[in-house]
Every structure is written in structure tokens, then in C-alpha cells.
């Protein structure tokens, strides 16, 4: 059984930081992509930040400078660092990894940014 747990949510102030990791358990091999969408009451879920198994990195043009995505492969993680946080920035954000055929999601964590 494949699991994708999630930390590093919570309320920080307009002007913070907060780093999200993404931690993979179980029998998964030859990670290709690991992602992070976020998705707010009555919109669609929208791509943040996307890295791929040699390291390319992509943004959504909203976080772009902001937001840096990363990976440890020995770990199975994906990290999300966030700066400069912004109130546009509230969400609840989800990992998720596609190795080979299979795609997998974290749980889902808020995040909060208080003006």
C-alpha cells in the first residue's frame, strides 16, 4: 500500500513563509513527477509547482519567484518552500506523485495566510 503523507500546513501572516513536505510510504518505485495543486472553496484545483525526475522545475505564474519546489528521491519526498505569502495564497494543498502508470495523492492540508 502506497501512502502520501503531508505535513508543514498551518496560518502564518501575509509577508511569511511556510515549508510543505510530502513523504511517500510503501512499495513505490521510479517516481517520475511530483506535484503540488492547491485548490480553493468553488474553484478547480490548480497546479502550483511540478518537478520532474531530472530535476526540471515548472511554476504557476502566481508563485513564480514565491514558491520553490524540490525532491529527495532517496526519501520519496517532495518539498514545497513558500514565501512571501500572500492572503490569494489560502488553500488547501495536495502532493502528488505518478510513477509509471499509477498516480498518487497526499491528504490535503491547509494553509492559511492572515493579512
Known amino acids: 500500500q502506497v501512502q502520501l503523507v503531508e505535513s508543514g500546513g498551518g496560518l502564518v501572516h501575509a509577508g511569511g513563509s511556510l515549508r510543505r513536505s510530502c513523504a511517500g510510504s510503501?512499495?513505490?518505485?521510479?517516481?517520475?513527477?511530483m506535484v503540488w495543486y492547491r485548490q480553493t472553496p468553488g474553484k478547480q484545483r490548480e497546479l502550483v509547482a511540478v518537478i520532474n525526475s531530472g530535476g526540471s522545475t515548472n511554476y504557476a505564474d502566481s508563485v513564480k519567484g514565491r514558491f520553490t519546489i524540490s525532491r529527495d528521491n532517496a526519501k520519496n519526498t517532495v518539498y514545497l518552500q513558500m514565501n512571501s505569502l500572500k492572503p490569494e495564497d489560502k488553500a488547501v494543498y495536495y502532493c502528488?506523485?505518478?510513477?509509471?502508470?499509477?498516480?498518487?495523492w497526499g491528504q490535503g492540508t491547509q494553509v492559511t495566510v492572515s493579512s
Open positions: 510503501g512499495s513505490i518505485f521510479s517516481i517520475d513527477v
Open positions: 502528488s506523485v505518478i510513477a509509471g502508470t499509477a498516480n498518487y
